[in-house]
């Protein structure tokens, strides 16, 4: 049977954990790596998250995440968002930004 086709017996969805990334990234990041887990959804497109945020302005976490019809292209999308926002500033702090929980990753 495909993953896909299980009973949810009333929940809303399932997604698989397909892979978990470290990256280090030595741009400003406290402790210079975060990690990257890469979600398929049953839809059939793929989901990645960071074990970090970025707060804004308003020390609100951004929950940026990476979008693809691939694993590639999920995590390219979300490194290259990430990417995008460590080089708008040089004076990051660890206040600036948010960690998930370690047991969600």
């Not at 009973?7 to 698989?16: E, F, M, Q």
């Not at 804004?56 to 292209?73: F, H």
């Amino acid at each position: 049977m495909d993953w896909r086709a299980i009973d949810l017996h009333g929940a809303a969805s399932i997604s698989r954990v397909v892979n978990v990334f470290e990256i280090r990234d030595m741009r400003g990041i406290p402790w210079t790596k975060y990690k990257i887990k890469v979600l398929e959804e049953a839809s059939g497109g793929f989901l990645a998250v960071a074990n970090v945020c970025v707060k804004n302005a308003n020390g609100t976490p951004d929950g940026e995440a990476g979008l693809g019809q691939t694993e590639v292209e999920a995590i390219q999308d979300l490194i290259t968002r990430l990417g995008e926002k460590l080089n708008s500033r040089k004076d990051w702090r660890d206040e600036d930004f948010e960690w998930t929980d370690p047991q969600d990753f």
